[in-house]
């Protein structure tokens, strides 16, 4: 016997990477940072007292919301704080998608959506990123020709690493009747050199949600702490009617809190690793994996037939380097891997060029 909504019990849940249990592990399958967050935010978790926890947190998680506001001049009324970014697309998918709507995205794009869509009861419809991974020219006409209720979009990309301008986005924004979701998940690791920066579209489109998380560029993965940036007109509804009363709890407020202003920290953090980026991706290029450049704290590599992404992935996880496969179109031929720490990077390609040598001895 089910009891199961007729969409739930037809559709499958989300597989998230594997989180290993033992430590000797070197993990780059899920995108998590390699290095802790900021001593301010250690700081700020010694000191809270179990005293602060018998009340309710804050429910707007207002000093949250300052913050962020702040930091990104935007109004307190712009920012939504939510469980993760995860929480963020499914407040989003829940106050503004009916079921029965379409929800459109790339493909590939985060694996996320279609199970978010399916919850919702909706189709979820993907248009194909060109062979370079960049948008098609007619996007949207496409979108429009779906009377899509909802476009999600991430930016740089997932798992592509690739990033679309400011100027395309505010072109879609101002061409599209629903709501465009811009998830940046991974903006943090964006080279300054591009002057990347959607938030002051906010104010002129009223229809741009964008997701931040506290998961990547800030090593929060473990607290589920993100935040949305729009528009009255998107922040209200999620904040006053979808949003559970307390969303956010007062441990996950204060170190969120913290994390964001100790920017001079994460800002050399997300250095590091861009620069980590580049000697990777020079490093798996020679190795013969075709490695294209990426704005994230990944890359996407195409690993020739011989040995195949997939043997590798496996040839890899038996020497306890995680990355991560997806059985995907379009994707069945490359691997994605997180940036590690330099040590990590160096195990990684060491292991790889045993592998392609195929001298597998264990290390
Ligand atoms: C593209 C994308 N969006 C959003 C998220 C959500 O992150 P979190 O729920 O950890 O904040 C992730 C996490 O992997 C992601 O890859």
């Not at 962020?68 to 995860?86: F, S």
């Not at 964008?210 to 729009?230: P, Q, V």
Request: net charge negative.
């Amino acid at each position: 016997m089910s009891f199961e909504r007729s969409n739930i019990a037809n559709m499958q849940g989300y597989v998230p990477g594997e989180q290993p249990k033992q430590d000797n592990v070197i993990k780059l399958n899920t995108n998590e940072n390699p290095y802790p967050a900021s001593p301010q935010v250690q700081a700020a978790l010694e000191g809270i007292r179990l005293n602060d926890l018998r009340l309710y947190p804050q429910a707007l998680a207002k000093n949250f919301r300052q913050v962020a506001a702040e930091r990104h001049g935007v109004k307190e009324e712009n920012i939504i704080p939510t469980n993760g970014g995860d929480e963020l697309l499914r407040l989003a998918l829940t106050t503004f998608a009916d079921s029965g709507e379409i929800i459109a995205t790339t493909q590939p794009s985060y694996s996320l959506y279609p199970v978010l869509a399916c919850i919702q009861d909706c189709n979820l419809i993907e248009i194909p990123l060109l062979d370079d991974w960049s948008m098609p020219e007619d996007f949207i006409d496409q979108l429009n020709s779906l009377q899509a209720k909802m476009c999600l979009l991430v930016n740089p990309h997932a798992p592509t690493g690739k990033l679309i301008t400011v100027d395309s986005i505010k072109k879609i924004a101002s061409n599209f009747p629903g709501v465009l979701i811009i998830d940046e998940a991974y903006v943090d690791f964006v080279d300054p050199s591009e002057s990347y920066n959607c938030v002051p579209l906010i104010r002129e489109y009223e229809n741009i949600l964008i997701l931040r998380t506290l998961s990547k560029g800030y090593s929060l993965a473990g607290l589920r702490f993100g935040y949305g940036i729009a528009h009255k007109t998107l922040a209200n509804p999620m904040m006053f009617k979808t949003r559970d009363s307390y969303n956010t709890d007062h441990i996950a407020q204060k170190l969120a809190t913290a994390a964001l202003q100790a920017r001079d920290y994460v800002e050399a953090n997300w250095e590091t690793i861009r620069n980590s980026r580049t000697k990777l991706t020079d490093a798996l290029n020679q190795l013969g994996l075709v490695t294209g450049s990426s704005q994230t704290n990944f890359v996407l590599s195409q690993v020739p037939a011989e040995p195949g992404a997939e043997a590798l992935y496996a040839a890899l996880q038996e020497r306890n380097i995680l990355v991560r496969y997806f059985r995907q179109p379009r994707l069945e031929d490359k691997l994605r891997i997180s940036i590690g720490s330099e040590q990590e990077n160096a195990a990684l390609i060491t292991a790889i060029t045993e592998i392609v040598a195929g001298q597998a001895p264990r290390v």
